[in-house]
């Protein structure tokens, strides 16, 4: 069974809707639904609406064609923008933590356009549980309002870029 977090994420297409992105996974490790999280920003789907992965790896990749728009070392985020418009965000641990330091390396910069499978950057699960921190990649779609469906594809563990996460479906015109 696949994860269903809230009524606009399913576990089946939609009928009569048109797919109009496939977004595979950005990191490997343990699916983690944001009503898990420790922090109310996810819990809340205050930073819109997506999925934790629990890092088993440090690696974080570009799961199709984007457009960097904004880097935050210090929290530990980027911001990008696909060609369909859609706003994902991809945050290493909690909003809340401003201590990654050196332990955080981004691959890319404000205004690449980055093709699938790139790294966006690479961070130290193990040193951030030492933090005291759960190593945890938040993956959410910021901009998901205007979507008819959003389906997810995973549950369990997955493969960074081998497994298919979302499939994101527009009203058709």
Not at 140 to 164: F, K, M, R, W
């Amino acid at each position: 069974m696949n994860y269903c977090f809230t009524t606009r994420i399913t576990d089946s297409a939609p009928v009569a809707k048109k797919a109009a992105l496939r977004i595979t996974s950005p990191a490997t490790g343990a699916i983690l639904s944001l009503s898990d999280s420790p922090s109310a920003f996810y819990r809340e789907r205050v930073l819109g609406e997506g999925i934790g992965i629990q890092l088993t790896r440090g690696e974080v990749y570009a799961p199709c064609s984007l457009v960097v728009s904004s880097i935050d070392p210090a929290k530990g985020s980027l911001n990008a923008v696909t060609s369909k418009g859609i706003k994902l965000l991809f945050q290493a641990g909690l909003p809340e933590f401003t201590g990654h330091g050196e332990r955080l390396q981004f691959h890319v910069g404000t205004g690449d356009t980055v093709n699938a499978g790139m790294c966006l950057f690479t961070c130290d699960p193990l040193w951030m549980k030492q933090q005291g921190q759960q190593p945890c990649l938040y993956f959410t779609l910021l901009n998901a309002a205007p979507l008819a469906a959003i389906q997810c594809h995973a549950s369990g563990s997955i493969l960074a870029l081998d497994d298919l996460l979302f499939t994101l479906y527009v009203h058709p015109k």
